[in-house]
């Protein structure tokens, strides 16, 4: 995976038209399934509640069947990246206590592991508007770059894969 330059203005606008659209469908849909089949099946005397936590699932696989459909349009560019994004910083995060015991010991890939996650977490958290905690980010960055510069290595974050993350 390689970070991408994103506009911050635009990914927000675009990220609050579809939680917004998601919000309306959710209500929209699980609503109209279950007043649809309450009205089918209705006998007057039993709960509606398995009824209508039936529409709401029903509801949210189709919109999340829609967002899956549309996830390559133009419109959804950056809202797929930050996903993709946060996928791939959660599977680091998981194994970031061996690849931490690895940067320890100058392990290369560790280190361009531990690279790359901050790099991401640094412009995840800025995009998100999440400042609490980038200044120990900041510092963590800080660190491994020095590192980084006493070992003489190169690092830049295009050249990420994750099946790097299988050694770990």
């Known amino acids: 995976m390689k970070l991408e330059n994103i506009d911050k203005t635009r990914y927000r606008k675009h990220l609050n038209k579809v939680i917004l659209a998601c919000i309306v469908g959710l209500i929209v849909l699980s609503l109209s399934i279950s007043t649809l089949v309450i009205y089918l099946v209705n006998d ?9 936590f ?3 699932v029903i509801a949210s696989f189709i919109i999340g069947s829609i967002l899956a459909k549309y996830k390559q ?5 950056e809202i797929a990246y930050v996903w993709d994004l946060k996928q791939v910083l959660n599977q680091i995060h998981r194994k970031s206590k ?4 690895a940067v320890n010991e100058n392990d290369v890939t560790a280190i361009e592991i531990m690279y790359f996650y901050y790099k991401a977490c640094i412009q995840l958290y800025t995009l998100d508007d999440n ?3 980038l200044s120990s980010l900041n510092i963590k ?3 491994l770059d020095s590192q980084i510069a006493s070992l003489n290595l190169t690092i830049n974050t295009e050249n990420f894969e994750r099946k790097s993350l299988s050694a770990y």
Do not use: C, D, Q, R
């Open 54 to 56: 039936a529409g709401v």
């Open 98 to 101: 061996k690849i931490n015991l």
């Open 44 to 52: 007057g005397e039993s709960s509606h509640f398995w009824i209508n």
């Open 73 to 77: 349009h133009p419109f959804m560019y």
């Open 141 to 143: 960055a800080a660190e």
């Open 131 to 133: 400042t609490i905690t």
